[in-house]
Nanobody
Framework: QVLLVESGGGLVQAGGSLRLSCAAS????????MAWFRQPPGKVRQFVAS????????QYADAVKGRFTISRDNAKNTAYLQMNSLKPEDTAVYYC???????????WGQGTQVTVSS
């Protein structure tokens, strides 16, 4: 079993920054990738960013390109999401997820709330 715990959410003014962390514990092995998703109020969950665990290759949703950066610390089994130039439309519950192989996500965190005020 794997446990993912997000932290770092909070309330920030537009234009501000936050860094989210996703710490993995439990069964240890090499992930294929880790990703961040978000679910704005009243909307479906959206892909935000992903990182291939071994090579570090990244992907981003168009809405966050140039503002958000995903990274990981292999030794700590932790992924990060640095969020800069935040906008009110970034308000959402942010979730991390991990995949053991391509094709789907196996584990999800409980989410952390990010609220951006205008």
């Amino acid at each position: 079993q794997v446990l993912l715990v997000e932290s770092g959410g909070g309330l920030v003014q537009a234009g501000g920054s936050l860094r989210l962390s996703c710490a993995a514990s439990g069964r240890t092995f090499s992930w294929y990738l880790m990703a961040w998703f978000r679910q704005p109020p009243g909307k479906v969950r959206q892909f935000v960013a992903s990182i291939i665990w071994s090579g570090g290759s990244t992907q981003y949703a168009d809405a966050v390109k140039g503002r958000f950066t995903i990274s990981r610390d292999n030794a700590k089994n932790t992924a990060y999401l640095q969020m800069n130039s935040l906008k009110p439309e970034d308000t959402a519950v942010y979730y991390c997820a991990t995949a053991l192989a391509a094709g789907g996500y196996d584990y999800w965190g409980q989410g952390t709330q990010v609220t951006v005020s205008s």
